[in-house]
């Protein structure tokens, strides 16, 4: 029957008694034209899926001391703040550094999770903890006294996704303290602007939003005090990484401040100078060196016009001059060294 079948349909004389299964599919829009295409996650999706989002996880680290007045509404806008990010994994770390009011409880009852220290090492300390503490991919630093408002972390979340900064600074602009404190601040920051070769409109602000790998590398140069942010971004800024800034208005704090304007001061002064000789030496041994250089000719001219002699001063002061430019070149291969194991930040997590 099948021979007969085949015969007759190669000879077209009589109707096609089989029908092909496929051509059948084909004709009813049965067969599938294309592997079906696996959808991308939406919260790896930017926005009109035109991109994936960098921050796909962020820790919060809020250092706190005896801030049981300033925390309970701080982290009911923190939360708010997160909850409207949509940052697919967020965690609120609050590190008690050693209160002795109510600020560990507090920070638990609102959700956070809170590192206590036994006694007070420092908000830089506290900071550090934080940093070492966090699991997300991003880091976003606040004090824990109220003045940084959480609802600018959108703007900044907008910043990262946008510019491809490694780190993004609320920029108070030497507004929102004392007079004194706004003058030394500006004293700082254009220091720390010829140092690191770039304008940094605050240096010490603790409100910022950086990469954690970036952090924890860094983590060992910061001081335990409240220098912290100056070393921060003037080590960014010197290791080659991008950064932003993002200005905003300082809201005022409730209770008493535990900053003290000169011992803390002259510390931000000798952590610049420290960060200058780390990574930008020739940025201070090379106009010492100029100055040096010129005070030893000068001096040589004046003596030799006047007494026509060179005189030993000339002699020690540009033997100082050659010493401290040979000082810098040393001090400059030192910090490329230094670089060389910090680089290597640039090339893992953040994307």
């Known amino acids: 029957m099948s021979a007969k079948t085949k015969s007759t349909g190669a000879k077209g004389a009589g109707p096609k008694t089989s029908v092909d299964p496929l051509a059948s599919l084909m004709a009813a829009g049965e067969l599938p034209r294309e592997p079906a295409t696996t959808a991308v996650p939406a919260a790896t999706v930017g926005e009109e899926g035109a991109a994936p989002r960098r921050v796909q996880s962020l820790s919060v680290v809020i250092p706190a001391r005896n801030e049981s007045l300033n925390l309970p509404g701080l982290l009911d806008e923190v939360n708010a703040a997160l909850a409207a990010s949509e940052v697919p994994f967020r965690e609120v770390i609050v590190v ?33 903890r934080g940093i070492r503490e966090a699991k997300g991919q991003w880091i976003l630093m606040l004090d824990g006294d109220g003045q940084h408002p959480p609802g600018e972390l959108a703007a900044m979340l907008s910043m990262i996704e946008g510019s491809g900064y490694d780190m993004v600074v609320a920029s108070r602009g030497g507004r929102g303290g004392s007079l004194h404190r706004n003058f030394a601040n500006q004293v700082y920051n254009r220091l720390a602007s010829y140092v690191s070769g770039y304008h940094i409109p605050d240096l010490t602000s603790g409100y910022r939003l950086l990469r954690a790998d970036v952090a924890k590398d860094l983590v060992w140069l910061l001081p335990n005090t409240f220098s912290y942010p100056t070393t921060i971004t003037m080590s960014m800024l010197r290791g080659g990484w991008s950064v932003g800034f993002h200005p905003f208005a300082v809201r005022q704090r409730q209770g008493k401040s535990h900053v003290r304007l000169f011992a803390d001061g002259s510390r931000f002064f000798l952590i610049i100078l420290r960060i200058a000789t780390m990574f930008a030496p020739l940025r201070v041994f090379l106009p010492v060196s100029l100055a040096t250089a010129a005070l030893g000719i000068g001096w040589y001219a004046y003596t030799w016009f006047t007494e026509g002699r060179f005189t030993n001063m000339a002699v020690l002061l540009l033997g100082q001059a050659t010493l401290l430019f040979a000082l810098g070149l040393i001090a400059e291969q030192i910090a490329a060294l230094r670089f060389q194991g910090l680089s290597r930040t640039s090339d893992r997590g953040g994307a």
């Open 96 to 128: 008690d550094d050693g209160s002795s009011d109510d600020s560990g409880k507090i920070a638990a009852a609102a959700g956070a999770r809170v590192v206590r220290h036994a006694h007070g090492l420092g908000n830089g300390a506290a900071v550090k």
